[in-house]
């Protein structure tokens, strides 16, 4: 089979499509053809050893895809040659074919498409998470997402709109921020032409209830003082390559929340019940996943710049029917 491979540390132009053997399903595991993969800011920081873990080359790198299964091994339940399924993992994920275990599978919705299916993995379940268990937002809330055209920040919005936020989109271009609009946002910033702490204070004069901050940088301040009293701020990653440092007089003056989410930090029952909503919403059509671009395999170096580089708008994909 054809797959992606980092051979060595660098920048996305060290990857290059090689031929590899996949070994037979071991007990656990299954195999999974895959149709298409989704390209996410971790592949591009763990491709230059930059991530929090490392992986020793080579490697193939990839978090996230969706196939149909194609190998069962020894004692699996719950899934069969044919189905069609979505996986996530560190990485491996830019091959024609995997094998995984089977417990880092799911199946997909009737009626989602196989891309979409690709598109809906990490960053939506990670946006949703953040806005159910960590930023509590409820119907009628301020929310502001920083890096709003992004694909954590994109499904934000989307889903910050689906749970009846008012939706205030920060990012970096026209064009991101038109598909926030699009997608429901209330108020879009363009923050490279403003003062941003100015412009929140403008469109939201009372104050926000809750921050989701993707990016980091000099971004993550003038957002922490937007928030009212009592306000949640969401840290979920540093997109921007830099860990802002915080003024905890903020945190005390306001009294304001800082979290950060992780996916091990939810309850177990609050994790289920927020990813069965997750599928419901994706079943039903009422979230549906911004595909930005799609890239063959021979052109991962290409995806992967374009992630790198902050060009992404929502979701981009790996073709590998």
């Keep these: 089979m054809r797959a992606a491979v980092c051979p060595a540390f660098g920048s996305p132009e060290v990857v290059r499509i090689e031929q590899r053997d996949v070994p037979p399903a071991g007990r656990g595991q299954v195999g999974v053809r895959v149709d298409a993969a989704a390209v996410n800011f971790p592949d591009v920081l763990l491709i230059a050893d930059s991530y929090q873990v490392s992986l020793r080359p080579p490697f193939v790198p990839g978090s996230e895809f969706a196939g149909v299964v194609d190998e069962v091994g020894s004692g699996v339940d719950g899934f069969a040659v044919g189905d069609r399924v979505t996986g996530t993992g560190i990485a491996g994920a830019f091959a024609e ?58 499904a934000a919005v989307q889903l910050g709109v689906v749970l009846g936020a008012q939706v205030t989109a920060v990012a970096s271009s026209p064009e991101k921020l038109a598909a926030a609009s699009r997608y429901g946002a209330n108020h879009a910033i363009d923050h490279r032409n403003v003062d941003l702490r100015a412009a929140l204070r403008d469109v939201i004069p009372a104050g926000a209830d809750a921050v989701l901050d993707p990016v980091g940088g000099g971004l993550s301040e003038p957002a922490l003082r937007s928030l009212r009293r009592g306000g949640r701020f969401v840290t979920v990653g540093f997109a921007s390559g830099t860990i802002p440092r915080i003024p905890l007089n903020l945190v005390l003056i306001k009294g304001v929340h800082v979290l950060g989410f992780q996916f091990q930090d939810v309850p177990a029952e609050e994790f289920a019940r927020t990813e069965e909503e997750m599928r419901t919403l994706l079943a039903d059509r009422r979230v549906v996943p911004h595909i930005g671009a799609v890239y063959p395999l021979t052109e ?20 590998l029917r």
């Design 300 to 319: 991962i170096a290409a995806a992967l710049r374009h992630v790198a580089d902050g060009r992404a708008v929502g979701k981009v994909l790996i073709d």
């Design 97 to 154: 074919r995997v094998v995984v275990d089977a417990a880092s599978l799911a199946a997909v919705p009737d009626g989602l498409d196989m891309f979409a299916a690709a598109a809906s993995g990490v960053a939506y379940h990670t946006a949703l998470h953040s806005l159910r268990s960590m930023a509590r937002v409820r119907a009628g809330d301020e929310l502001v997402v920083l890096g709003a055209g992004g694909g954590v920040g994109l």
